[in-house]
């Protein structure tokens, strides 16, 4: 804001005082001019400044609830860089089209599905085929864990084509599992089915058997062994000809004794590992616990019960009325034709050149190699290596609440 102000004195009144009244009076009023104009220019600008502020003061607070929103985020790591809306959380193992419409809308609700897991190899092919053909293509995806390399034998199956076939040779459903259903990747899916090949589906529904799951309220499950025609080796899993749904079993004789008391497993709150069924959640608990380096998972049986999203003597059964046949059929270590090497890593086909032939005739007729004593050794070794690991963890984190200790404790008093 600008004032110009002018004034004067007359030259007579110069002359006889040396400050004439009329002069004074021009000194004062522009005096006052210069004030009252001082002070409307202060207020001016001081309500520009303040309605400044209050603007900055306002936006810093939107930017200061954007921040706190945006801290309490909950994003993946890496994805910092993205806008939230484009992220794709989660995945699936459903096949799509290299051309042409997709034909499900995006705002169509998907179709109710669960997963069907597999480790096989092409000696039980006629039995995986059977227990395929079980689970409907509408409800179920497959999966096939080829242990033994051979993948293209079985593209004859109809169904082969809308299965997804995993190769890597001698390793165990686990090792399968752990690399290949992350939660995230299988988290579409109600229910996953974790299964051996040497299944016998006879009598077994997969409908039937998740309606049953779901009354029952179920997070872990498997289907009641056959047994008369079964390789049982824990009784709990042995089906009851007279219940629908067993969660414990019952014994009085001999050491680990089972009764109305018993709180944990084998006598409750326990499956066997040869075919699990598991909820979306208690996979996704039970996931975290399969080791990386031990792939015959024995020892996890025991604290799958910690996985059960609530009381496992509730919450984890046996379904005896869709009941399945244990074959116990020998597999990933079973006898073989194939070469074992020596302490210098040469085949015996190596030795056999420089044996005379009768010689040679006799020992490639006399050698069959079964690595199924080093493979059950293994399994033991590794229960005893995840048991060790468990009891260190438990010790190791202090804010952990065992709550099946409390509930042992209160059973006992």
Not at 80 to 85: D, I, Q, S, V
Not at 316 to 326: K, M, N, T
Not at 339 to 356: C, D, F, M, R, T
Request: aromatic content about 12%; overall charge neutral.
């Amino acid at each position: 804001m600008l004032f110009i102000l002018k004034f004067s004195c007359n030259d007579e009144d110069s002359q006889l005082y040396p400050l004439s009244r009329s002069c004074i009076y021009s000194f004062f009023i522009a005096a006052s001019l210069i004030g009252t104009a001082y002070f409307i220019g202060s207020a001016f600008l001081a309500k520009e400044h303040d309605d400044g502020l209050m603007k900055w003061g306002v936006l810093g607070t939107l930017q200061n609830s954007k921040s706190n929103a945006c801290k309490n985020q909950c994003r993946p790591s890496g994805t910092e860089a993205l806008p939230l809306g484009i992220l794709a959380k989660t995945s699936n193992l459903e096949m799509r089209p290299l051309w042409g419409t997709y034909t499900t809308k995006l705002n169509d609700p998907k179709p109710s599905k669960s997963l069907l897991a597999i480790s096989v190899g092409i000696k039980q092919k006629e039995i995986v085929d059977r227990i395929v053909r079980k689970f409907p293509q509408k409800s179920f995806a497959v999966m096939l864990f080829h242990y033994d390399g051979i993948v293209d034998e079985w593209k004859d199956l109809a169904w082969a084509d809308h299965a997804i076939h995993l190769s890597a040779a001698n390793q165990t459903k686990w090792w399968f599992a752990k690399r290949f259903l992350h939660p995230d990747i299988v988290a579409e899916y109600n229910y996953i089915f974790l299964w051996d090949e040497d299944i016998g589906v006879e009598h077994f529904n997969p409908r039937r058997y998740l309606s049953i799951v779901k009354e029952e309220g179920l997070e872990i499950s498997q289907p009641a062994l056959d047994p008369a025609k079964s390789e049982i080796h824990h009784q709990i899993t042995a089906r009851s000809g007279k219940k629908r749904v067993h969660r414990r079993m019952y014994k009085f004789k001999g050491s680990g004794r089972c009764d109305d008391h018993s709180t944990a497993p084998p006598c409750i709150g326990w499956v066997e590992m040869m075919a699990p069924v598991f909820s979306r959640a208690a996979w996704r608990c039970a996931w975290y616990m399969i080791q990386n380096d031990l792939i015959h998972a024995w020892g996890l049986d025991f604290q799958l019960g910690y996985c059960a999203q609530g009381e496992r003597t509730k919450n984890v059964g046996v379904v005896d009325s869709e009941y399945i046949v244990h074959l116990g059929l020998p597999t990933l270590g079973a006898s073989t034709d194939e070469p074992e090497l020596n302490s210098v890593g040469q085949a015996p086909s190596y030795q056999k050149e420089h044996l005379p032939n009768s010689e040679a005739l006799a020992s490639s007729q006399s050698h069959r190699y079964d690595y199924r004593p080093q493979v059950r050794q293994q399994s033991f070794n590794e229960m005893q290596i995840f048991r060790k690991r468990w009891k260190n963890a438990v010790e190791e984190d202090k804010c952990w609440v065992d709550p099946y200790q409390q509930l042992t404790n209160q059973t006992s008093h």
